[in-house]
T-cell receptor, first 117, second 115 residues
Framework: AQKITQTQPGMFVQEKEAVTLDCTYD???????LFWYKQPSSGEMIFLIY??????QNATEGRYSLNFQKARKSANLVISASQLGDSAMYFC??????????????FGTGTQLKVEL | DVKVTQSSRYLVKRTGEKVFLECVQD?????MFWYRQDPGLGLRLIYF???????EKGDIPEGYSVSREKKERFSLILESASTNQTSMYLC??????????????FGNGTRLTVT
């Protein structure tokens, strides 16, 4: 079974600084997809970034980048130039494709990020 | 834009009641999911469906059932609500197939309180 581990329940970062949110995963499948979602206090789940297991380069989306280290089974999210609006819960997730075409995402427990002035 | 709509934002029910949580998506997605979110536990998958009338158990199906009679609608049913089912419930959808990179699209959640 797939497993996602986020070991940082809470993180603080100063505005304009960069921050790294940790995510490790465990799977025996050679093919998988990794996602990061942001959940602000409003509760909506916002998709941030995706990394495929065969992607050669680390994914980037604006101020978000994914530090993908396949051998270590880690997929850390890096947020550059933090803003107050980045304060939120962040979830790492992994997709498993099932026999028959269905798929499901397994989520980690999340990291609560607070950006301070 | 994909829209996933959950019928209630807040719900208060009594122990033993039968509870229906409804979810509708408008993008013709084959896959639909129900998660519950609890502090410190993240999102845990209850049930999912990859086709009409199909359903699969997730990681925590006990005490729940689902119904998918139409492609756009996926209902979560608590047959006899209990206080330990007080939680935030999130519905999501995604396209079918073997595409790894399609993100889930989530509804805004239903916060259920069972008293």
């Amino acid at each position: 079974a797939q497993k996602i581990t986020q070991t940082q329940p809470g993180m603080f970062v100063q505005e304009k600084e960069a921050v790294t949110l940790d995510c490790t995963y465990d799977t025996s499948d050679p093919s998988y997809g990794l996602f990061w979602y942001k959940q602000p206090s409003s509760g909506e789940m916002i998709f941030l970034i995706y990394q495929g297991s065969y992607d050669q380069q680390n994914a980037t989306e604006g101020r978000y980048s994914l530090n993908f280290q396949k051998a270590r089974k880690s997929a850390n999210l890096v947020i550059s130039a933090s803003q107050l609006g980045d304060s939120a819960m962040y979830f790492c997730a992994m997709r498993e494709i099932l026999t028959g075409g269905g798929n499901k995402l397994t989520f980690g427990t999340g990291t609560q990020l607070k950006v301070e002035l | 834009d994909v829209k996933v709509t959950q019928s209630s934002r807040y719900l208060v029910k009594r122990t033993g009641e039968k509870v229906f949580l409804e979810c509708v998506q408008d993008m013709d997605h084959e896959n639909m999911f129900w998660y519950r979110q609890d502090p410190g536990l993240g999102l845990r998958l209850i049930y999912f469906s990859y086709d009409v009338k199909m359903k699969e158990k997730g990681d925590i199906p006990e005490g729940y059932s689902v119904s998918r009679e139409k492609k756009e609608r996926f209902s979560l049913i608590l047959e006899s609500a209990s206080t330990n089912q007080t939680s935030m419930y999130l519905c999501a959808s995604s396209p079918s197939g073997y595409s790894y990179n399609s993100p889930l699209h989530f509804g805004n959640g239903t916060r259920l309180t069972v008293t």
